[in-house]
């Protein structure tokens, strides 16, 4: 699905994430231009090294156990309505005719869903619903 933003101010669930950690990061990026020198942190490029893995091996795979359908990888998605706009790491259409996005994540899973990454899952999901017209759950 291709998706052309028009013109205004767009914000993505990264920069909501950044928020919440700290509103500070924010208008140091994007009004005064610092950068947070991602290329020099080992998560960072750890992380970005994982989503060129995943978006290139296993293209064809479906998740079974989530009752997947199908799946788009690297989804580009804007909201005109809520001036919103990412990427999320795949779009799972599951059997009950809802729909999931999924994140990819350099961490592990340890009992304990963070409040961030909650707000990153919702913000996608209000992408989808919009642009795909389908129930996310």
């Known amino acids: ?11 993505t ?14 208008y140091f990026m994007n009004c005064l231009s610092i950068s947070q020198h991602e290329e020099q942190r080992y998560k ?4 970005r090294e994982i989503h ?6 296993n293209k064809d795979h479906l998740r079974k156990k989530l009752n997947c359908t199908k799946r788009e990888i690297c989804v580009n ?3 005109d309505k809520y001036h ?3 990427v999320i790491d795949e779009v799972l259409f599951l059997g009950d005719g809802t729909v999931a ?9 340890k009992e304990k869903l963070f409040r961030t990454h909650k707000v990153q899952s919702i913000l996608y999901a209000i992408l989808i ?8 759950n």
Do not use: H, T, W
């Not at 699905?1 to 914000?11: H, L, P, R, V």
């Not at 669930?13 to 924010?26: A, G, T």
């Not at 060129?52 to 091996?57: D, L, N, P, R």
């Open 1 to 11: 699905m291709e998706i052309i933003i028009k013109e205004g101010a767009y914000i």
């Open 13 to 26: 669930p990264s920069e909501v994430v950044e928020y919440l950690y700290c509103p500070r990061f924010i």
């Open 44 to 47: 960072v490029l750890a992380g």
């Open 52 to 57: 060129e893995k995943k978006a290139k091996i």
């Open 77 to 79: 998605l804007a909201s």
């Open 84 to 86: 919103l706009k990412g």
């Open 101 to 109: 996005p999924l994140d990819y994540k350099f961490a592990e899973y």
């Open 129 to 136: 619903k919009e642009n795909y017209q389908v129930e996310v």
